[in-house]
């Protein structure tokens, strides 16, 4: 009988068997996740403390920006008189800046998510999508931190073509209205044109940082007559150049009547009275202010004041 020899020496036998090491596959790195990519652009509007019309303006700004066919979202980071659908007609239908809030404190506030927050309003085809705020004033000072609210603004640009944000009264806290300014592409403030208005103005820019209102643009509401006598245009660029050094972005005549009948039927004023001069205002601020565009119209009305 055969016998089937495993080793061929003596040596062989006291050798240890080596165990040749077996490759480990190296760790993959685990993909981060990534930043939305911003392609649009933002645009904030805070006002002086008192009623300057602020919200009313954003309206007709976001307005105006989707009836030049760009796709607008318009949030309300008014906390303490949250009105942007109340001033529509408007009831909020969805949870809003609350729910996007819950969502983004867990971390889990995606695209989709955000977009289940937002009321799209339509007029005659003209649609603009509306972050609703909060259901009713806020009880502490800043219900949504900085950080929060930059990352909601964030996501949204990276899904339209502009984030119109409403902050309301920018004295009620002055850290969280600093932030908004210094985080967004443009930045408007609104006074009223009266004395009471530019002494709040006046009062405002002692309050904020330097740097939050660098790039900030004022606009100047409800210019009229008979609160400041003859050419009230010249008497309010004299007297904030004089005492603020700041020049004024646009000038929005007191159009009462178009505002107040478009309050009352929850429109903008571009779907309900076209030829309002407010209206004209507000068009030439847009084409001027954030869409850098100037036709030979508008020089021509710059010209004469």
């Known amino acids: 009988m055969t016998m089937l020899r495993l080793f061929e020496t003596d040596e062989e036998r006291l050798e240890p068997t080596l165990q040749m090491p077996v490759a480990q596959p190296e760790p993959q790195p685990q993909p981060q996740p990534q930043p939305p990519a911003s392609s649009g652009q933002t645009v ?5 403390p ?17 009836l030049a066919k760009h796709k607008v ?29 819950r969502l983004l404190s867990q971390q889990r506030l995606t695209g989709d998510e955000l977009n ?35 990352a909601l603004i964030a996501l949204a640009k990276s899904q339209f073509d502009y984030v119109l944000i409403d902050v309301g009264d920018l004295t009620r806290n002055l850290e969280f209205s600093e ?48 609160v400041l006598g003859s050419n009230p245009k010249r008497q309010l660029v004299d007297t904030l150049w004089r005492l603020a050094n700041t020049e004024v972005c646009a000038f929005v005549p007191n159009d009462s009547l178009a505002f107040d009948q478009a309050l009352l039927a929850g429109l903008p004023i571009q779907l309900l009275k076209k030829a309002s001069p407010a209206r004209h205002a507000v068009a030439m601020l847009v084409r001027q202010g954030i869409l850098n565009q100037r036709s030979n119209l508008d020089w021509r009305m710059a010209r004469h004041g």
């Open 73 to 101: 979202c318009l949030i309300d980071f008014d906390f303490h008189s949250p009105n942007l659908l109340a001033t529509l007609a408007q009831e909020s239908i969805t949870a809003g800046l609350v729910g996007a809030k």
């Open 50 to 66: 008192g009623s300057p019309g602020a919200t009313s303006l954003v309206i007709n700004v976001a307005f105006e920006l989707a």
């Open 44 to 48: 904030s509007f805070g006002a002086t």
């Open 179 to 226: 932030g908004i300014l210094k985080s967004v592409d443009f930045s408007f403030l609104i006074c009223a044109a009266d004395p009471i208005g530019v002494r709040r103005f006046l009062w405002l820019k002692q309050r904020l940082d330097e740097t939050a209102l660098e790039s900030a643009q004022l606009i100047v509401n409800r210019v009229r007559e008979s």
């Open 116 to 150: 289940r927050f937002l009321m799209v309003l339509n007029f005659d085809g003209t649609k603009v999508s509306v972050l609703p705020g909060l259901g009713s004033p806020a009880k502490e000072s800043t219900p949504l931190d900085i950080d929060s609210a930059t």
